[in-house]
């Protein structure tokens, strides 16, 4: 076989090997792995260089309009241009419903706003803010079936959260369909209340967003969703972790034997509150839900990554400019509680936790491939077309310097942003070849995709939302007494 292109002695790696050989495409898809490969139309010398899966970010947010009305600063075009100039060569970003739409109405409109800019391979999780009657009975299950197979639930957010008798509902809709939920786990009114006080008080300074967003606010909401879901019997996995109360959580919780997932961010290895604490409103710049905490707390999560608590390791992307059409909605008068949530990583996620995680020996690099391709593919159904290297997978692939320098700045990066919360951090390692279906989309430094290039990926229903069949004795006593199921 001639092959369209073959990535000649590279060192592969995948979350379970790691091998010096080559990789040969046809037609977009992986079709051998093996040293010494025939002709192909076009080589890569990979030599002295890594093979990795190129990475599947399952948290970002792109094109999206917050539930304050603010839209993200990148669309479809620059954020995944951003993201495959960080190794990475699929995302799930959400099609996000706010109270009132009709969630089918809502991903026609992420439909049009990705097909004609994604340069990448994308799919949608689904955000439920409005878990009507219509909705449960017969959107969600209809787009289930279409390939929308995860969806988000708020805890907190006034025009986002869900009760928790809402909650029950889409857990128990999530268990009948094999659907996985992903959730934001704060306790609302304890951020609320301490805002509150907080604003009544004069402090309106992005520092005190960190206050409000309490440790015990991420732990308490934590433990209530791990309890609705057990009372459910049906996996879930909790977004954006932060404080080592909740990681302690979720550790406990899977100790126990349940199917809880976390997956935690860049931001909460890299950042702490003190960022957060600078002059005049320069701090809002590194906010995001739940903040950045601690140096303790960062030791938590490298230590929740390397033993297993987290599965995922995400960018929560969140692309607002620090100005008012984002960060800053009242200019220089905006208090914590109105500025827009979240900061920029979908371009730095891959090299800072390489930099950090695998080169300074905190995670081996099969565990980085696990964190930051292969598990996410699995959580959401799309192993295993995507993320790994394997003969019949989808040719994603991103070649690694693993030596080369990179300073963080700005200016370098391609997201519409026009700051990073890393700037002048020196990292070791950096993608300079990144492939996805065969189709060489970065190689050094020059974009090659073109707007549009990027297909949509209906997601399977994943393994991952299988219940245990483990129901709670209550409830399996009172199903038995009422002589059917309860949900
Ligand atoms: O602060 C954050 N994480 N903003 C993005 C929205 C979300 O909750 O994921
Ligand atoms: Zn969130
Ligand atoms: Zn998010």
Request: hydrophobic share 40%; net charge negative.
């Amino acid at each position: 076989m001639t092959f369209d292109l073959a990535i000649r002695g590279g060192t592969v790696v995948t979350a379970d090997q790691s091998f010096v050989g080559d990789v040969g495409v046809k037609d977009g898809r992986i079709a051998a792995l093996e040293p010494g490969l025939g002709p192909a139309a076009r080589d890569i010398d990979a030599g002295g260089r890594l093979v990795l899966p190129g990475g599947v970010d399952s948290h970002c947010h792109v094109e999206q309009e917050s539930s304050m009305g603010v839209m993200c600063a990148d669309d479809f075009y620059s954020a995944t241009v951003s993201a495959a100039f960080g190794g990475t060569t699929t995302i799930i970003p959400f099609a996000a419903q706010h109270r009132g739409q009709s969630l089918r109405e809502v991903v026609k409109v992420y439909h049009e706003r990705a097909a004609p800019k994604a340069v990448i391979d994308y799919a949608f999780h689904l955000i439920v803010s409005d878990p009507t009657e219509q909705v449960l009975g017969q959107e969600l299950p209809a787009l289930i079936r279409d390939g929308y197979t995860s969806f988000k639930v708020y805890m907190t957010y006034d025009k986002l959260r869900l009760s928790d008798t809402q909650m029950l509902d889409v857990l128990a809709l999530a268990r009948r369909e094999g659907a996985l939920v992903m959730v934001h786990a704060e306790n609302h009114e304890i951020i609320q209340w301490l805002a509150k006080r907080l604003l009544e008080q004069g402090h309106g300074a992005p520092k005190y967003h960190a206050v409000s967003h309490a440790r015990l606010a991420e732990s308490e909401a934590t433990s209530r969703a791990v309890v609705l879901a057990e009372l459910i019997d049906v996996p879930l996995l909790i977004v954006h972790v932060s404080a080592a109360e909740a990681i302690e959580v979720i550790r406990t919780a899977q100790g126990r034997g349940l199917r809880i997932y976390g997956e935690t961010c860049p931001q909460y290895l890299f950042l702490t509150a003190d960022d957060i604490d600078l002059p005049g409103l320069e701090g809002a710049k590194y906010c995001c839900s739940p903040p950045p905490r601690d140096a303790a707390a960062q030791e938590a999560v490298w230590r929740g990554l390397a033993d297993g608590v987290f599965q995922v390791f995400s960018s929560d992307h969140a692309p607002y400019r620090f100005d008012e059409s984002g960060k800053l909605p009242k200019g220089a008068k905006t208090t914590f509680k109105e500025m827009a949530n979240g900061v920029p990583g979908i371009e730095i996620r891959l090299p800072m936790l390489f930099s950090e995680g695998v080169g300074k020996r905190r995670l081996s690099l099969s565990r980085f491939v696990a964190l930051t391709a292969e598990n996410h593919a699995k959580m959401y159904g799309l192993f295993p077309r995507k993320g790994t290297i394997a003969v019949g997978s989808d040719a994603d692939l991103a070649i690694w310097d693993p030596e080369r320098e990179v300073t963080i700045s700005a200016s370098m990066l391609h997201d519409r942003v026009g700051y990073t919360p890393y700037e002048g951090r020196t990292i070791t390692g950096w993608p300079t070849t990144v492939i996805s279906r065969g189709r060489i989309v970065v190689d050094g430094g020059v974009l090659h995709a073109g707007r549009g290039s990027g297909s949509f990926l209906p997601c399977a229903k994943p393994e991952t939302a299988r219940p245990l069949g483990r129901p709670v004795p209550e409830l399996a006593l009172m199903s038995r007494v009422v002589g059917q199921p309860l949900f």
